[in-house]
């Protein structure tokens, strides 16, 4: 810590002093001189990585200084909050870094209502999670969202509430102490880009405060908004065009609302560094009651430039730099997982590169490992899969990917023109293609997919569906056709071997493990019937769980071949740490294979982490 302290700049140097010097007093009133001088040997660690970006970002706003000093007040706040437990699973976590990478790992995603019904009723069913090696359980968003359409939850109301349907803050609490006691870390997201138009510092924004309209973008008239839009994509073209929002009643003459997904979500405003600490506050909230990581939805949008597509910003990874160091004087044993479904190129920078190594997010999805396996499965192909992953970045130290066949979302078809072409195929058409594939439109299709957000201008969408129903399970059970249901069990077994084989950690969703099929009754609920991503958001069917054992069952072949592939990469040592950069194909053969009365997949994966390189099979 010396080390790092002396080594700083004068300027960064004073502000350091300044910093732990303001907050000496109150730190050793309120806590033993142990804790004390953890805290104090924290800020020597961190700050130089948290002045840095924070700097860069706002260093030259007039009140930067008062700034700073609330933000020392957070941390200290929160570090003085922090319960005894959470503070000795940080250290060990400090111990052991890479606990994150380790072969052991397994995540299971869920929505809490559809799992179980409330937060305490989770807890009957933690003997299912770790029957099923479950030690990462990632809660969809569980926090109070406004009334009526939610975006699914994604629209805040308030970030220290649970939703009331849920439970309580409490209750929250209470499981992640019971998941800490069974060895299962819990994630849950956190949505940085929005609020809801309902939370309370909307709706200050609403009534004309000036504090208050700076947390967000707002605008008196259409001039700025339809420069900016001139550069802006769509995310919701079909049920929410545009990205602003004309609120009549705002400040009493009416103002324009940046609102990239819906006009109830309204984008903060980071430039201003207000914002910035509330949602550090936030974090710190959350982390103290026991989630131990943050997921950081829809973050590449929350720096907004003019003549830019205001995604992936430099000022968003300054952001993100600024937040990671922050908490690791707080809660070092919290990790981020960046919610970025973007390109490969703009993707790893949220991991830390460079001179950001280690110093950003620990986890981000790898979407273009989801995508591939199902353009795989529908051209029976691997030359694009094996090219693309041959040319992604390398995985930066001290970070990995999570891997997985479905979630809650829709695909949407990564697949670039330059891959395309470099395997001899038209992006395009390819794309194409694999709409009318995944939606049962190709002659031949197995799947019984759904197209979402199609635009009749570029021909462009995405797919809805379960994994079991986009793997043909759907058409052969209405079919009664058991060879299909059989070759559906293969199909699902083989992805799965793969991002088990994969590195990093491999999440299952919610009823994957059983093969729950598309819920088409979401087209009955008003709040839901637009958006067809719901038709793969079924509940849980238990009954169909407890058919596990039954190897005569659909359930009980997928359970158990998955089971199969979860025990053999939990005894694969060469699978800690994070997935190797490929230096040769990553995928050689994908195949399905039959073992007695369990089908099964088998991959064939080299992994060149160690010398001489180690083909891996799964089956």
Request: aromatic share 10%.
């Amino acid at each position: 810590m010396m080390h790092t302290v002396r080594s700083m700049p004068d300027a960064m140097f004073r502000a350091y002093e300044r910093f732990i010097k303001r907050l000496e007093p109150r730190l050793h009133e309120a806590c033993t001189r142990r804790d004390a001088d953890l805290f104090v040997l924290r800020v020597g660690r961190s700050f130089a990585d948290f002045y840095r970006p924070f700097m860069q970002v706002y260093g030259s706003g007039p009140d930067v200084q008062q700034h700073l000093d609330a933000i020392g007040d957070v941390l200290l706040d929160a570090y003085l909050a922090r319960p005894e437990a959470l503070r000795l699973i940080d250290l060990e976590r400090q111990m052991t870094p890479d606990w994150f990478q380790h072969q052991q790992m397994l995540g299971y995603v869920c929505y809490t209502d559809l799992f179980a019904g409330t937060l305490p009723d989770i807890t009957d069913h933690l003997d299912y999670l770790q029957e099923l090696g479950v030690t990462y359980l990632h809660l969809m968003p569980l926090l109070e969202p406004r009334p009526g359409i939610s975006d699914g939850g994604y629209a805040v109301m308030s970030y220290h509430t649970v939703a009331p349907s849920l439970g309580t803050m409490r209750d929250l609490a209470d499981l992640a102490t019971q998941l800490h006691e069974r060895g299962i870390s819990l994630c849950i997201d956190l949505v940085i880009n929005h609020t809801a138009s309902e939370h309370e510092w909307a709706q200050r924004a609403m009534a004309g405060e000036q504090q208050y309209m700076e947390y967000y973008f707002t605008f008196a008239d259409r001039t700025l908004p339809a420069q900016y839009e001139t550069t802006l994509r769509e995310v919701f073209p079909d049920f929410a065009p545009g990205n602003f929002t004309w609120f009549e009643a705002m400040a009493g003459s009416g103002r324009w609302v940046w609102t990239t997904f819906n006009r109830f979500q309204w984008d903060l405003n980071y430039r201003n560094p207000a914002v910035f600490r509330e949602m550090l506050d936030i974090m710190c909230f959350l982390g103290n009651q026991g989630a131990d990581v943050l997921r950081l939805d829809a973050i590449p949008f929350i720096w907004k430039e003019m003549g830019t597509d205001c995604e992936n910003q430099p000022e968003t990874h300054l952001l993100v730099q600024a937040f990671r160091a922050a908490m690791r004087i707080v809660a070092p044993g919290i990790i981020f997982k960046a919610e970025a479904i973007v390109p490969p190129e703009q993707l790893v920078p949220y991991l830390g590169i460079g001179k950001a190594t280690g110093k950003a997010c620990e986890l981000a999805y790898h979407n273009q490992l989801m995508v591939l396996l199902w353009s795989t499965l529908a051209s029976r192909d691997v030359r694009l899969m094996t090219h693309a992953l041959h040319n992604m970045p390398p995985t930066p130290p001290g970070a990995t990917w999570l891997t997985y066949v479905r979630n809650h979302d829709d695909i949407g078809w990564a697949v670039t023109d330059q891959n395309a072409g470099a395997v001899g195929l038209n992006g395009f058409l390819h794309r194409q293609f694999l709409n009318d594939f995944y939606s049962g439109k190709f002659a031949g299709s197995f799947a019984a997919g759904a197209l979402f957000q199609f635009n009749p201008l570029t021909l462009d969408a995405r797919i809805s569906g379960t994994a079991a129903s986009l793997a043909g399970m759907e058409r052969a059970t209405v079919a009664g056709d058991f060879l299909q249901i059989g070759l559906a069990v293969r199909r699902l077994l083989l992805l799965h071997s793969i991002i088990m084989a994969f590195g990093g950690i491999p999440l299952l969703y919610m009823g994957d493990e059983v093969g729950l099929l598309n819920d088409h009754s979401y087209r009955d609920n008003a709040w839901k019937a637009r958006d067809n991503r719901w038709m793969h958001r079924p509940a849980m069917n238990w009954e169909q769980a407890h058919q596990r054992r039954n190897l005569s069952s659909v359930a009980g072949q997928l359970y158990t071949g998955l089971r199969q592939l979860i025990v053999a990469r939990k005894h694969t040592a060469a699978l800690h740490g994070p997935p190797p950069h490929t230096q040769c194909g990553q995928i050689t053969r994908m195949c399905l294979h039959s073992i007695g009365r369990i089908t099964a997949a088998i991959c064939w994966y080299w992994r060149i982490s160690t010398k001489p390189p180690r083909r891996l099979m799964l089956a």
